[in-house]
Antibody, heavy 116, light 109 residues
């Protein structure tokens, strides 16, 4: 079945970077963009950006430009995101997702905790 | 930077009807903003209910519908069920980027 499987929880110190993965299966990887979304405690959903899995083109939300990078490995059907210069406000559940007319799956989320 | 606004909270009686709205500080919301609506129940992963203003997925209950209303995107729930108690987020495409609204916490009571 169509699914997005995300990497496991991370604990990082302020100032560090974190790299998360999102592995797609059950469909042609390069047919759909992948978006990254996060939800911090007590906050709503926040869109971070999307990547074209076909061309590698990326679009980032203004709030994250400069410290957020997305990439993909088509041979592994996997998308990666890296967030640098972490602060406590980056503590959140990070989701990868497809927003489309079809199966529109979401990953189950990766918890990132930023703590001294 | 675009700001997308939603009612912070709404309450609906079981079997009742409620409309959630989604506005933008950039002007009227149109079909060109490709409005989406997501539902997130506590402890669960969000799921898409409506895409491109009014289109439903196969899993979207028939009691949900999307539209444009008075310059905003709207999600109408007709015949509320207890399982509809959740947070609802709208999502717009604005000048090439995407923006979530702050979410509406819907209580069925």
């Amino acid at each position: 079945q169509v699914q997005l499987v995300q990497s496991g929880a991370e604990v990082k110190k302020p100032g560090a970077s974190v790299r998360l993965s999102c592995k797609a299966s059950g469909y042609t990887f390069t047919d759909y963009y992948i978006h990254w979304v996060r939800r911090a405690p007590g906050q709503g959903l926040e869109w971070m950006g999307w990547i074209s899995t076909n061309t590698g083109r990326t679009v980032y939300a203004q709030n994250f430009q400069g410290r957020f990078t997305m990439s993909r490995d088509t041979s592994m059907s996997t998308v990666y995101m890296e967030l640098s210069r972490l602060v406590s406000d980056d503590t959140a559940l990070y989701y990868c997702a497809r927003f489309d007319r079809g199966d529109a799956p979401w990953g189950r989320g990766t918890l990132v905790t930023v703590s001294p | 930077q675009a700001v997308v606004t939603q009612e912070p909270s709404l309450t609906v009686s079981p079997g009742g009807t409620v409309t959630l709205t989604c506005g933008s500080n950039t002007g009227a919301v149109t079909s060109g903003h490709y409005p989406y609506w997501f539902q997130q129940r506590p402890g669960q992963v969000p799921r898409t209910l409506i895409y491109d203003t009014s289109n439903k997925h196969s899993w979207t209950p028939a009691r949900f519908s999307g539209s444009l209303l008075g310059g905003k995107a709207a999600l109408t729930l007709a015949g509320a069920q207890p399982e509809d108690e959740a947070e609802y987020f709208c999502f717009l495409s604005i000048s090439g980027v995407r923006v979530f609204g702050g979410g509406t916490k819907l209580t069925v009571l």
